[in-house]
């Protein structure tokens, strides 16, 4: 959908929301009363990984100041939902880049900053710990937002092993399966109890909240074959049949395992897999494609490190404000 028609259907929307409320609502508190905002008024968490935070040039820039290097940016799917529904939420958004399930309510964590041209490190890292991102989210906190999972899963530390069996290997076979794919359901296995265990201490902090949880979006093609070997615009030198396997057997299941542990919770998923089958990483063509590669340009070197870019982030923004107004 494009961007305008996107917004004036979000504030069409918005402003039958807001309306209804107003008309239900006995009193609206005076703007001196402690704790009054404006009515209908969400205050909403957004809690999560890079996925959530952005973190790369192609998914706009950077924010605040100083820099803590969780990398939030400007065009990050918080950030534009934030915009499009206004008054209608007030919202903090805690999610870091590289965040793992436990940096939600057990850990403190290391943000790394924004990746480099050369893939280095940060010039401003390393950077002082943060907090457990649920240290935001308190008992009138009224909507949770969070989207974690892809680095519990070893999503980058994988990517990254393929690669190397594929350039040692050319792009035969399924090297980086071979190698890893016995021990990958004893990793989701482990990300499904934490995740699991993730929600039930959101719940615990926030009793009241609705609780949205968001999925990954279609990284790999359906055909792998639509992938370039070699080409650092996509996967470098991750082999077809690897690429496959990444698909089938780590990001499909993630998002099955997110999918199930949020219905356990009588919690809502928003799906953004579906609608990206034709907006993968290989689907450059036309600038169809809604996630960049391990480079979103060569020349000049802009790094993505398989990334979402604005309008990745413009497609998790429509399905999560529909989900927000949906109550």
Request: hydrophobic residues 40%; aromatic residues 4%; glycine residues 10%.
């Amino acid at each position: 959908m494009p961007r305008l028609r996107f917004r004036r259907g979000i504030a069409v929307l918005g402003a039958a929301v807001a309306l209804a409320a107003t008309a239900v609502a006995p009193t609206q508190a005076s703007p001196g009363a402690p704790g009054a905002r404006a009515q209908a008024s969400l205050e909403w968490v957004a809690l999560g990984d890079s996925y959530t935070a952005g973190v790369i040039k192609a998914a706009g820039d950077e924010f605040e100041t100083p820099r803590d290097g969780c990398g939030r940016t400007t065009e990050s799917y918080p950030e534009v939902v934030r915009h499009d529904l206004g008054a209608l939420v007030t919202l903090r958004n805690v999610s870091c880049g590289a965040a793992e399930i436990q940096h939600i309510a057990q850990e403190q964590h290391e943000p790394l900053g924004r990746p480099q041209a050369l893939l280095g490190p940060d010039p401003d890292a390393p950077f002082a710990k943060v907090a457990p991102q649920l240290d935001a989210v308190s008992p009138g906190t009224d909507l949770v937002t969070v989207g974690i999972g892809g680095n519990s899963a070893g999503f980058g530390p994988v990517l990254k092993r393929c690669a190397a069996l594929g350039m040692a290997e050319g792009n035969n076979g399924a090297p980086c399966e071979k190698e890893l794919g016995a021990t990958m359901p004893a990793t989701l296995a482990k990300v499904r109890r934490d995740y699991d265990a993730m929600l039930t201490a959101v719940h615990a902090r926030a009793p009241h909240a609705r609780v949205l949880t968001v999925g990954y979006p279609h990284v790999v093609p359906e055909d792998a074959t639509r992938c370039t070997f070699g080409d650092l615009r996509e996967f470098a030198t991750i082999t077809h049949g690897d690429l496959t396997w990444a698909r089938t057997e780590l990001v499909e299941p993630l998002n099955r395992i997110i999918r199930e542990v949020t219905a356990a919770h009588g919690d809502t998923f928003v799906d953004v897999y579906a609608g990206g089958e034709d907006h993968s990483v290989c689907d450059r063509a036309g600038g169809q494609n809604w996630v960049d590669g391990i480079y979103t340009s060569l020349l000049p070197a802009v790094p993505a490190l398989v990334h979402p870019n604005a309008k990745g982030h413009e497609h998790v923004a429509q399905r999560l404000a529909e989900a927000i107004l949906a109550g």
